[in-house]
């Protein structure tokens, strides 16, 4: 059981905040609304990575395809995988971590709330740097990977690769300013009685996601500066002609690149994790093992790393080491599988859109698993390798698993986040035609990368056997991307006039359900006081009491506001945007070295000077009004 303060009364919840306009959104700290404008942003750079990979499906669809050039197949290719994992799938993982991890623990906020805000605004600034050159022929163009020396100026002349070195940097700066918010806010924040144990598992999944980012991105970091020296500067980091170790930089980016896997799929991981129970009608089947396994994945995911690299000639006693980790770390992702299906097995199953999503996952994720595990063996992975069957094994990780899996949290969360239900009509359209595209899509790649045909080329002959393989992934992609509108169009349709939902509209058991929809800007009147895992569900001789109301009932009531509450909450600020702005400028004046070192230097320095300016006063605002 446990003790938590009533929810204030409340009248009708609104999808847009008391404070409207577009300033009130540049200056926000809260952590709600940031998790909306990730949410939102995320949304649009998913719709852009789909738009370039249907286009490069579109070229793969019949032998010798002449839509596009063999230059913009590289750029689109390169900036797909670029956009879904680092301004898709992360930052629509960060839309959650924002808007659930303060209110599943009781906090009011996060720790840090100006840095918070500057983490997303460094992300949206780099996402349009790394994105707008493909409107001048000038993306990125060495694959989402940058395999050095294929990327230093020797093979990359043009400023292509300058705006990926410089964007993932950026974008890093932003991953790393939440993973310290979200670690220091989990650890200090929550309310009492909520140890850790008692933190729901999506809580605990991005408590691992935080630690696997500020360990993983100081590495490619290193690889990054590395690689901007060597074609700003002219070092020798990565010239192999001068001495330069040839797999360093395949060492130090998947260092970064296996963990940056679970960091994709985790969050998704927690948010079944909670849909799951709640349209099982029963708890989480072995929470305990949930945690332990989730852990263990981090842990093991830093040792995995090499088996990108078999096929470098590494030596049997590396290739066998990491063939063993390799399957060892199929044991905690196989007890999530397993427990899940636990969770589900004689429970009362509600198949909501969120909870069809759920299950797609723990279908798909288990096919991309498979593959993977055929993946630790080094004379398999040599003849898979670079071939489209690792790209089917990926897709199957990345959209069966950490999309659906998001897809899910959406459906679920969207009542808490807006006040407002998606609609199930339109939710069941999205799930199906996109389950169905899905594996259309991808499925075939198995049988085409078994028949031999490379990755990363943009022209194929025919009477190779890869011809109706391509045609079905393409009219799969036609597919996926009528089901990704229909969900587009529920988002837009439901958040302006969605039928409205109360607080606890699915009968959930975790604190976030015990507050308004959408929540006040303070979360909770007064901090919760927790004695249970479920603090909603009251375990009385294994009965379920199962806290519902509805809309109707609630609506109508006044909810104080942290005014009249007597609560301090953190001001607006303008300055972690324009703190973000500068650091841009800062970076961006490197992309000038070329043409005039003076006014490359000029660009840098009045970035510097905005940067710091910005900063100083960011510092000596005052956080919250004098108490």
Known sequence: MATIAAAPPYTEA????????????????????IGALYLITGLIFFVVGGLEAAILRAQLATPNGK????????QLFTMHGTTMIFLAVMPLSAAFFNFLIPLQIGARD????????????????????????IFWSMAPNGGWFGYAPLSTKAYSPQHNMDFWVIGLQILGISSLAAGFNFITTIINMRAPGMTLMRMPIFTWMSFVVQFLVVLAFPVITVALVFLQFDRFFGTNFYTIAKGADPLLWQHLFWVFGHPEVYILILPAFGLVSEVLPTFSRKPLFGYPVMVYSGILIGFLGFGVWAHHMFSVGMGPIADAVFSLTTMLIAIPTGVKIFNWMA???????QFTVAMKFAIALVGMFTVGGISGVMHSSPPADLQQTDTYFVVAHFHYV????????????????????????????????????????????FFPMHFSGLLGMPRRIYQYDAGQGFDLFNAMSTGGTLILMIGTLFGLINVWSSWR????????????????????????????AELPQVKSRYPLWNMKGGEKLVHETTYEEEKGRHIPTSQELGIIMPNPSIWPLVTAFGLI???????????????????????????????????????????
């Open 585 to 627: 400028v800062m970076f961006g004046g490197l992309l000038f070295m070329d043409a005039s070192v003076p006014t490359a230097v000029a660009v840098m320095l009045a970035g510097t000077a905005l940067w710091i300016g910005s900063l100083y006063n960011w510092l000596l605002t005052p956080l919250e009004d004098h108490h």
């Open 398 to 441: 990345l959209f069966g698993g950490s999309v659906f899996g998001l897809f899910a949290g959406m459906y679920y969360y969207f009542p808490k986040i807006t006040g407002r239900f998606l609609s199930e009509k339109l939710g069941n359209w999205h799930f199906w035609i996109s389950f169905v595209g899905m594996n259309l899509t």
């Open 343 to 349: 969770t589900m097995w004689g429970g009362q199953i």
């Open 110 to 133: 996060v720790a840090f709330p100006r840095l918070n805000a500057f983490s997303y605004w460094i992300y949206l600034l780099g996402g349009i740097f790394i994105t707008l050159p």
């Open 497 to 524: 006039s969605g039928r409205m939902a109360s607080s606890n509209p699915w009968g959930a058991a975790t604190l976030e359900w015990t507050i308004p929809s959408p929540p006040p800007d303070y979360n909770f």
């Open 67 to 74: 839509l596009i050039s063999a230059e913009m197949y590289n």
């Open 14 to 33: 609104k999808p847009i905040p008391s404070t409207t306009g577009v300033w009130s959104w540049l200056t926000t700290v809260d952590h709600k609304r």
